[in-house]
């Protein structure tokens, strides 16, 4: 192992197969997180090193993430090689967590360069993720952040789902209290039984509403949502009041995928497919009436 002087992750303890750690150029910050690339016996290519101090408050947080991540196996989903998560006891330790690296651009820097999606990379981008959401459906587990800036787009044009940092585990205790008027949500792209803090109503049909929103996005170049908006509360009134704009698309010369597109974004729950089954079938009777 390579350590470079009075670096601070010089205290952690890791396994000999990771050969060297770029410390001196992290590829990312955020929060209690910092990102290196890392070289690893036995690979011809990079992954990337995770180094996270967790608070009291996101402790819990972070170990479901990985949980999350270790047990869902997608290909569109970066695979976690190694970590130190189950012999940290407190939160005072820092977690490192080994993991796939994806080369790439962020969906948001996607749409920021004014890129203009055909309808085949449309359909793509729709059945790569149905196939993740089916996978993490089976586990009983909601991403509840699906937007552009945790959705990746690889050079090699195929799309990756990141970061599970705030996944609902059905299956678990929820960690967020339940009488706080909100719960944790990304405005702009959660539905309202996330952001009311409604638990009881979360399921994949919170995850499909996103989805249906960065869909439009990536076909009008915005979000509706939060177009010219001017605080938290138009865009809350905005999502609970207001339909999906209605979409023109070429090659949905039948507007089914346009109708498609608002079923999955419906700001009733009640209105979206009722699994990622139920979708997937919706979406098979619209590809035939698509002119690609």
């Known amino acids: 192992m390579i350590f470079e002087m009075n670096t601070p992750e010089k205290e952690l303890s890791l396994p000999e197969k990771i050969l060297r750690v770029d410390w001196k150029n992290p590829i990312g910050k955020g929060g209690q997180k910092v990102v290196y690339m890392a070289e690893v016996e036995g690979l011809d290519h990079p992954l990337v090193l995770k180094v996270i101090l967790p608070s009291a408050d996101s402790w819990d947080r972070i170990k479901r993430e990985v949980r999350a991540v270790t047990c869902i196996q997608n290909k569109n989903i970066p695979q976690i090689f190694d970590t130190n998560i189950d012999l940290v006891t407190n939160h005072g330790q820092k977690v490192w967590i080994l993991e796939e690296y994806v080369q790439g651009q962020c969906l948001r820097k996607v749409i920021q360069n004014h890129r203009v999606f055909s309808l085949s990379e449309i359909v793509n981008f729709l059945d790569v993720m149905f196939s993740i959401l089916e996978v993490t459906e089976q586990h009983n587990i909601i991403h509840r952040d699906i937007k552009p800036e945790n959705i990746m787009l690889d050079d090699d044009g195929k ?99 346009a109708k498609f597109l608002k ?30």
């Open 159 to 257: 799309y990756w789902l990141l970061d599970f940092g705030i996944a609902r585990h059905l299956d678990l205790e929820s960690l967020t209290l339940t009488n706080a008027p909100f719960g944790l949500f990304s405005i702009g792209y959660s539905a309202s039984e996330q952001f009311r803090n409604r638990k009881k109503d979360i399921d994949i049909r919170t995850d499909l509403f996103s989805l249906g929103v960065v869909v439009t996005e990536m076909i009008k170049g915005y979000n509706p949502y939060l177009h010219e908006a001017d605080n938290v509360l138009q865009v809350i009134k905005r999502i609970e009041q207001n339909p999906l704009p209605a979409l023109r698309i070429e090659g949905d010369d039948q507007f089914m995928l």
């Open 263 to 292: 079923m999955l974004g419906d700001n009733r729950i009640s209105r979206r497919p009722g699994s990622i089954a139920d979708a997937k079938k919706i979406f098979e009777l619209v590809k035939p009436t698509l002119q690609f």
